[in-house]
């Protein structure tokens, strides 16, 4: 089924386990990350850049989605990562985004609070699940790099929460967007203060630079949205790299998109293994 973030959140937390949210960065990638969610028997998170779901189309992706949410026996949300702009959220939701991202963690607080409150309004009437973020990830996602970023206070995540009504709330616990030639310091400690002082689901970005060591801590912890990006740019651009430069110019467009796919197929199967609680994985 085609379905919210909210949806498959408030399921997450009931069973106490933790949904993967991949970004996807073309339209080839998108089937196949389905199928895998489908075969591993989770939900899945499709979750676009804003540059990204210009360059395919918002309707195209919606399509794409909900046309496979309905065929296949699978939940799948699709959502829009890190929108700034309130008219991209509009146009999002417009085009049947069943749910958005909007940050507004390098405001000050009020003005993060003011903007959020007014997407949960606008999404919540049209039945769309908001996420917001509170604290910030540093790093580097779609070209954009963000400095250093500052780690989320429980007090300011509660206070964020009760004056917006996100449905997810996004934390800074020390990941970076696009680390994937190491792995990070993660505060999981500050995960499970933050858990305690707040009543929503988490949400851990920069996934791809989390040791996967740590995954099952982040679960029992309260994270339930866990996003991860640049590992299937890496695992798509790598097998496409090498079929392109193995294969004739005239060759079959399908021998060398298939395997980067299938790369990215096996990625997801990965770490849905890894993020499910082993009773149900
Ligand atoms: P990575 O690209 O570091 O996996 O992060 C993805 C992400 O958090 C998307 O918002």
């Not at 085609?2 to 933790?18: C, D, H, M, N």
Request: aromatic fraction near 4%; charged fraction near 25%; proline fraction near 3%.
């Amino acid at each position: 089924m085609y379905v919210t973030l909210s949806e498959v959140l408030t399921e997450a937390e009931r069973i106490g386990s933790t949904v993967g949210a991949f970004n996807a960065h073309n339209l080839e990638m998108i089937p196949p990350m389905i199928l895998a969610a489908r075969d591993a028997g989770s939900p899945i998170i499709i979750q676009t850049s804003v540059g990204t779901a210009r360059y395919i189309g918002m309707e195209n992706l919606v399509a794409l989605c909900r046309g496979m949410a309905e065929r296949e026996p699978v939940d799948v949300v699709l959502h829009l990562d890190h929108s700034t702009k309130l008219e991209d959220i509009r146009d999002a939701i417009d085009a049947g985004y069943s749910s958005v991202m909007f940050d507004g963690s390098s405001l000050p607080f009020a003005e993060n609070v003011l903007k959020t409150r007014r997407v949960v309004e606008f999404a919540r009437e049209r039945g769309v699940s908001v996420e917001g973020e509170i604290g910030t990830i540093g790093g580097t996602e779609d070209g954009i790099s963000v400095a250093e970023g500052a780690l989320t206070s429980p007090e300011e995540a509660r206070a964020f929460h009760e004056a917006t009504g996100v449905d997810a709330l996004a934390v800074s616990i020390g990941t970076h967007h696009g680390s994937y030639k190491g792995k990070t310091q993660i505060d999981v400690g500050l995960v499970d203060r933050i858990h305690a002082a707040v009543d929503v689901p988490l949400v851990v970005h920069g996934g791809t630079g989390v040791d996967e060591a740590d995954y099952d801590a982040l679960r029992r912890a309260g994270v339930r949205k866990f996003n991860i990006g640049t590992e299937l740019i890496v695992g798509w651009t790598r097998a496409a790299k090498e079929t392109f430069g193995a294969t004739e110019v005239n060759a079959s467009l399908r021998n060398n998109i298939v395997p980067a796919n299938d790369a990215v197929a096996g990625i997801v199967r990965h770490k849905i293994g890894c993020l499910l609680p082993a009773r149900i994985s």
